[in-house]
């Protein structure tokens, strides 16, 4: 039985989502000093922090809003790509596409744990 061998949980996922916003984040604020560029670093921090206390808890008001922050990023994220395509500017296209596989990966993972926490 391959369940017993689940790698990634929507802890794991989240966790990851937020590295990810933090890091590429400020990554991208290094390379333009846009403070507009430090938006996905906040998103990331507030998923960082719902990450310990509710997320692996399984606390449900902080499991929904680290969905819901995770939703506004990802369509907030669509506007810095278009613009990045726009530019030609190929180092942050893969900076806010790396942003946005991370973030569905965890929007994924918290609507299955949320599925899966209602059929109980």
């Given amino acids: 039985n391959l369940s017993k061998f689940k790698i ?6 989240n966790l990851i989502n937020s590295i990810s ?5 400020l990554w991208g604020y290094l390379e333009v000093t ?18 310990y206390d509710g997320v692996m808890n399984q606390n ?4 929904h809003i680290a969905v ?5 990023c990802l369509v907030g994220l669509f506007m810095p790509l278009k613009g990045a395509i ?9 900076r806010v596409s790396a942003m946005i596989v991370t973030s569905l990966i ?15």
């Fill in 8 to 13: 990634m949980n929507v802890s794991k996922a």
């Fill in 21 to 25: 916003l933090i890091s590429l984040g």
């Fill in 34 to 51: 846009s403070p507009t560029a430090l938006i996905p670093v906040g998103f990331g921090v507030v998923l960082l922090l719902c990450n």
């Fill in 60 to 63: 449900k008001v902080i499991a």
């Fill in 68 to 72: 819901l922050a995770t939703l506004v």
């Fill in 86 to 94: 726009e530019r030609g500017n190929d180092p942050a296209v893969g």
């Fill in 106 to 120: 965890a929007l994924v993972f918290f609507i299955k744990s949320f599925i899966e926490a209602r059929k109980k």
